[in-house]
């Protein structure tokens, strides 16, 4: 041990101290920040490894490079969501190091945070796909032209450490309902449109739904509503 009791591992952990600023607009809610290639190469990240932004509470994030006009201005580049996970205002300076090789998330469990219909377990794993998840965060999701809202109230990786890990097409997620916070309609997510005729036989109304203007993949789910 060096360093008043702190582990040798510890004190030789790199970090880069930056400004944050706001988030492209493509980036919103798509769980990335931006650094320049200076930062990028004293951390030895490449593009899409991930970071951890150590604000007031740490949050993790994808990493991508700075647009060439934001080079050598010290900034970090994220959006509302993760500076209100890492507790951090814009023109804040934050430290941030290398995430190192995150794991896949085993599974996820998440509270809810307003009032909402029940929403299929399925539709999370598509929409939250690649982002970085630790306890406590906050998430929020596309739903019908809006956002529904969830804590992060722990994680399981496919193997330790349980600090953060990666959402795959795998991931279960478990979701809790304050009392008096889920509605009535049932909802379900149909990632594959040969489900549909059997939902309609089943009397459900159909809604083929785009996530037009957000980081996600411009496909359609069909969610399905009773």
Do not use: H
Request: glycine share 8%.
């Amino acid at each position: 041990l060096l360093g008043r009791g702190r582990p040798l591992l510890e004190l030789c952990i790199m970090t880069v101290e930056l400004q944050v600023s706001e988030a492209y607009t493509r980036d919103v809610g798509g769980g990335r920040v931006r650094i320049d290639y200076d930062a990028m190469d004293k951390l030895q990240l490449a593009t899409g490894q991930y970071v951890k932004v150590k604000g007031k509470k740490a949050t993790f994030a994808k990493v991508l490079p700075l647009y060439p006009s934001d080079e050598d201005k010290g900034l970090i580049r994220m959006d509302g969501l993760i500076r209100y996970n890492a507790q951090l205002k814009v023109n804040d300076k934050v430290d941030i190091e290398s995430a190192g090789n995150l794991v896949e998330l085993a599974s996820v469990k998440l509270t809810a945070l307003m009032a909402q219909p029940p929403v299929d377990e399925r539709y999370f794993a598509d929409v939250l796909a690649s982002m970085a998840l630790t306890a406590g965060d906050k998430v929020m999701i596309p739903y019908f032209g809006g956002r529904l809202s969830y804590l992060v109230e722990s994680i399981a990786s496919i193997e330790p450490p349980n600090e953060a890990g990666v959402v795959s097409p795998n991931t279960k997620f478990q979701i809790e309902y304050k009392e008096g916070m889920k509605g009535v309609k049932q909802v379900k997510y149909v990632p594959k449109e040969e489900e549909v005729n059997k939902l309609l036989a089943d009397g459900w109304k159909i809604v083929r739904y785009f996530f037009v203007g957000t980081p996600w993949p411009a496909d359609f789910g069909i969610v399905a509503i009773m």
